[in-house]
């Protein structure tokens, strides 16, 4: 629709108030008179009336002022619209959505994993994890477990009682008759013996025999059936570095077991003597192990590779008595009694019920502190020092000499000349190198024998 001009005057309400002065922006001109609203309707038009159209009215009742219709006032102090200023900037801020969006995301996680939780307690699904499938358990003969297996249903721990007390042993199964073997020092002065299998079968035990000397002694189980006698070795067919495996009751803890070496052979050692006379000294050419060896070891087979029996272990060696450090266990020295030395006497105590030693007529002065063993100038009771008779005299030893050598090995002293004599067996030969008055000579013993403690 085009504008167009009119002469009438403004309608009232694009009027402004009497006396009020023009409201206008300086530089803002005057409305053209009977200019339009800017909507498309001519001035003083209805909105919705047609050109020509009388605006409509509201009649008013008979003799009262018709109602003035209340209109906006274009140059009025409060404005139409209100002009957009862009976003509210009190809203949300982008940290505020992303610590609300990680709010929400744990406290769903936390949720959805309870709920798993309780799922998996409440579902009939057993819950595996993974493992290694059953294999066989065999192993190799030579093995430390193989060894064990072998062995172990032929190894007993003795507990002893006594006058002095108790005490707990080892030893293991000679035949089938029921021979046992162990050391003496711990039946010694027995009075009731019980013998335990691995099994854990337990029995009363009789004494067989003992001998102090060599630290060994045999008991008999009776009425038991399925027992599994230890094969034997040969104690000379070991060397030093081969692999031991050791069985016991260190500490009462029966079918232990433990492993190392043959750390040394020969090694002279000697053990008891709390009599205080002697009679209850044993002397031993030991076989040296580092196999742990604690007490209640004392007894228990060493075996070889083969799980053969090639020595009885007897003793250890601790720190010195007066070290404060001192270790009461195993320090990696323990010492065995060859199996040859324990089958000879073994067979003897279970024979008669005691062991016969080696010997060769000379009584020793063992205040002597030179190299060597030196025979004394007299024996007990004033009688002479080389016996009668004796194996010594038949050889030409005299008193006064000094014994070196024993079959080519040094002797240091008069425990090991008795050591390495009681290594052999009665009548045997030995070669004996004497240092007398200075001088060198060798002499050809043939060993007897004497009785036992």
Known sequence: MADRQQTDPA?????????????????????????????????????????GAPAAQDAAPDGAAPAREVRYDPWGGQPLQV????????????????????????????????????AERQSSTRLELPQAAAADKG???????????????????????????????????LDEQGHILTNNHVVADSKEIAVTFSTGESVTAELVGRDSGYD???VKVSGVRGLRPLSLGNSENVQVGDPVV??????????????????ATGRPVTAGGDKGDGSDISYVDALQTDAPINPGNSGGPLLDAKAHVVGINSAIRGADKDDPTRQGGSIGLGFAIPINQGKRVAEELI??????????????????????????????????????DGPGAHAGIKAGDVITKVDGQRVRGGDELIIKIRAHRPGDPLTLTVLREGRERTLRVVLGSANGS
Do not use: C
């Open 351 to 388: 024979r008669t019920g005691r062991a016969t030693h080696p010997v060769i007529g000379v009584t020793l002065d063992m205040d002597y502190t030179g190299d060597g063993a030196r025979v004394g100038d007299e024996g007990e009771d004033g009688k002479p020092s080389v016996v009668a």
């Open 83 to 118: 002009v957009d200023r862009g976003r509210d900037r009190r809203g949300f801020r982008l940290w505020q959505v992303a610590a609300l969006s990680a709010g929400t995301a744990l406290l769903a996680g936390g949720i959805g994993g309870y709920v798993g939780v309780l």
């Open 246 to 263: 050791a069985i016991g009751a260190p500490f009462d803890l029966s079918n232990t077991v433990t492993s190392g070496i043959i750390s």
């Open 216 to 218: 060994l002694a045999v």
């Open 11 to 51: 309608p009232q309400w694009w009027s402004r108030p009497e006396g009020t002065a023009d409201g206008r922006p300086a530089g803002v001109p005057s409305p053209r008179p009977g200019a339009g609203d800017g909507t498309g309707q001519e001035a003083g038009q209805e909105p919705g009336a047609e050109d």
């Open 139 to 173: 192993r190799a003969p030579a093995s430390v477990a193989g060894i064990a297996a072998t062995a172990l249903p032929g190894v007993v721990t003795l507990h002893v009682r006594g006058e002095k007390g108790s005490g707990t042993g080892t030893g293991f199964v």
